[in-house]
């Protein structure tokens, strides 16, 4: 067990909707890194906040936000979905903003399936 | 920029032989090193990670990393695979300066008994 939680653990849900994902990271670590899982494009970084402050874009599409809130929780809000949407998305943390010599502690991830 | 390439995207292996998982990167600064493994229906966790210092790295279960700067490789090897070794592994990379890390695109490792 990571310390990284994730909820839901499933969500399914139509084209066109919108859903929001959330992540609470390991007690006492400032960042939060969203990733993108799926068959044809791999992990993919989504983006990075840091102690509520965005600190890192990867690619995140225009329909995609989040956000980081003062207790450090962060949620991944995802519209207008499409069914390429589907994907595994994993939530990590670790204590800096800058890396360091730390690791990412992957949470179990939330699986979207968009029909 | 930095990358990161993993060699196989798949290695099926029989239990109790060794194995050995390819990972290049390529960066113009100083890096640290990261493999990641992936269990089904998990999240990743770290194996074992290259900061400085001796170029051999020991993990948990077994696995260890040789960091070849002159090659830019950080190749996986375990002696002895078990069943249980089957999963994805990710190669990863981050500028010692920098926070963002780049992860490479994932070994599958298949071990048949």
């Known amino acids: 067990d990571s310390g990284v939680t994730q909820t839901p653990k499933h969500l399914i849900t139509a084209t066109g909707q919108r859903v929001t994902l959330r992540c609470s990271p390991r007690?006492?670590?400032?960042?939060v890194y969203w990733y993108q899982q799926s068959l044809d494009q791999g992990l993919q970084f989504l983006i990075q906040y840091y102690n509520g402050e965005e600190r890192a874009k990867g690619n995140i599409l225009e329909r995609f936000s989040a956000q980081q809130f003062p207790d450090l929780h962060s949620e991944l809000n995802l519209s207008s979905l499409e069914l390429g949407d589907s994907a595994l998305y994993f939530c990590?943390?670790?204590?800096?903003?800058?890396?360091?010599?730390?690791?990412?502690?992957f949470g179990p991830g939330t699986r979207l399936t968009v029909t | 920029a930095q990358s990161v390439t993993q060699l196989d995207s798949q290695v099926p292996v029989f239990e109790e032989a060794p194995v050995e998982l390819r990972c290049n990167y390529s960066?113009?600064?100083?890096?640290?090193l990261f493999w990641y493994v992936q269990y089904p229906n998990q999240g990743l966790q770290l194996l074992l990670k290259y900061l400085s210092g001796s170029t051999l790295v020991k993990g948990i279960n077994g696995f260890e990393a040789e960091f070849n700067k002159s090659q830019t490789s950080f190749h996986l090897r375990k002696p002895s695979v078990h069943i249980s070794d089957t999963a994805e592994y990710f190669c990863a990379v981050r500028n010692t300066g920098g926070f963002k890390t780049i992860f490479g695109a994932g070994t599958r490792l298949f071990v048949k008994a």
């Open positions: 007690s006492g670590d400032l960042s």
């Open positions: 960066s113009s600064v100083s890096v640290y």
């Open positions: 990590a943390s670790s204590p800096r903003g800058d890396g360091g010599t730390y690791e990412q502690y």
